[in-house]
T-cell receptor, first 115, second 112 residues
Framework: DVKVTQSSRYLVKRTGEKVFLECVQD?????MFWYRQDPGLGLRLIYF???????EKGDIPEGYSVSREKKERFSLILESASTNQTSMYLC??????????????FGDGTRLSIL | GDSVTQMEGPVTLSEEAFLTINCTYT??????LFWYVQYPGEGLQLLLK?????DKGSNKGFEATYRKETTSFHLEKGSVQVSDSAVYFC???????????FGQGTRLTINP
């Protein structure tokens, strides 16, 4: 089974802090994704990466950056945290083999509160 | 652009009732379609998928059929259980891209 591990289940930070959310997958997947989940808005894609050191903006990249130095690890960075970034953050990975038939595999999420 | 629309929730049913959660999509080309389930406090898990028209995905008593003519992928289950209480997401692949587009989710509560 694919395992996607997010480093923290719950995180509390202060406004203006630099925040790092870490995600690791164990299936050698090429693609990795960061989403945020908010009530009534579903999942919104922040950034994704299709290979090491490669990244592409999703639908809501403002206020975020990402890093992918190794294939198994994809980090989401909040450069200067703000209260409107309080949310559930979900990481996912996916194999590029088989094209669009391949599902995404999700971690358990990090519930981030910015005070 | 590509989009997915799900029936609005929340949906509340009694145990053993029949379940339908509607999902329609708009897409360029022929996407693959997915249903994900999110149990309380957890991430999303793949429930089932279908990759071409008239395919039926099934898992854990849930079914969904890829209907190209109505651009729909409705989720059904004949007899729900309390343990099916969760949020359900419909999703569509985007042709030529590595991404999925998700519906807004439908919260399902099953009462004993």
């Amino acid at each position: 089974d694919v395992k996607v591990t997010q480093s923290s289940r719950y995180l509390v930070k202060r406004t203006g802090e630099k925040v790092f959310l870490e995600c690791v997958q164990d299936m050698d997947h090429e693609n990795m994704f960061w989403y945020r989940q908010d009530p009534g808005l579903g999942l919104r894609l922040i950034y994704f990466s299709y290979d090491v050191k490669m990244k592409e903006k999703g639908d809501i990249p403002e206020g975020y950056s990402v890093s992918r130095e190794k294939k198994e690890r994809f980090s989401l960075i909040l450069e200067s945290a703000s209260t409107n970034q309080t949310s559930m953050y979900l990481c996912a990975s996916r194999s590029r083999q088989g094209g669009s038939n391949q599902p995404q595999h999700f971690g358990d999420g990090t519930r981030l509160s910015i005070l | 652009g590509d989009s997915v629309t799900q029936m609005e929730g929340p949906v509340t049913l009694s145990e053993e009732a029949f379940l339908t959660i509607n999902c329609t999509y708009t897409a360029t080309g022929y996407p693959s379609l997915f249903w994900y389930v999110q149990y309380p406090g957890e991430g999303l898990q793949l429930l089932l998928k279908a990759t071409k028209a008239d395919d039926k995905g099934s898992n854990k008593g849930f079914e969904a059929t890829y209907r190209k003519e109505t651009t729909s992928f409705h989720l059904e289950k004949g007899s729900v259980q309390v343990s099916d209480s969760a949020v359900y997401f419909c999703a569509s692949s985007i042709q030529g891209a590595q991404k999925l587009v998700f519906g807004q989710g439908t919260r399902l509560t099953i009462n004993p």
